[in-house]
């Protein structure tokens, strides 16, 4: 079984920027494919980005492409999302997903906030 906790939300002016956490718990979760994902108020979820295991590959929603990056540090069962030049349509909950290949989300966090002003 592994957990995964978001942290990093808040609220932040447009322009500016923010860092998400995900802590992963149990042994596997190094060779776990990970993935952000998020969902706006009355809107459905919606990919954000994506990392291999190994950190080798990552994939971006074109919609954050340039602006966010994903990355992680194996030695502390952690993934990152790095968000710049936010935008206000870049306000939504904000969801840690992990599972053994991209695509294949076993493994949700509970989400964090993100919201940003104009």
């Known amino acids: 079984q592994v957990q995964l906790v978001e942290s990093g939300g808040g609220l932040v002016q447009a322009g500016g920027f923010l860092r998400l956490s995900c802590a992963a718990s149990g042994s596997s979760a190094r060779y776990y494919a990970m993935g952000w994902f998020r969902q706006a108020l009355g809107k459905e979820r919606e990919f954000v980005a994506s990392i291999s295991w190994s950190g080798q590959t990552t994939v971006y929603a074109d919609s954050v492409k340039d602006r966010f990056t994903i990355s992680r540090d194996n030695t502390k069962n952690t993934v990152y999302l790095q968000m710049n030049r936010l935008k206000p349509e870049d306000t939504a909950v904000y969801y840690c997903?992990?599972?053994?290949?991209?695509?294949?989300?076993?493994?949700w966090g509970q989400g964090t906030q993100v919201t940003v002003s104009s």
């Open positions: 997903a992990g599972g053994p290949s991209v695509g294949r989300w076993d493994y």
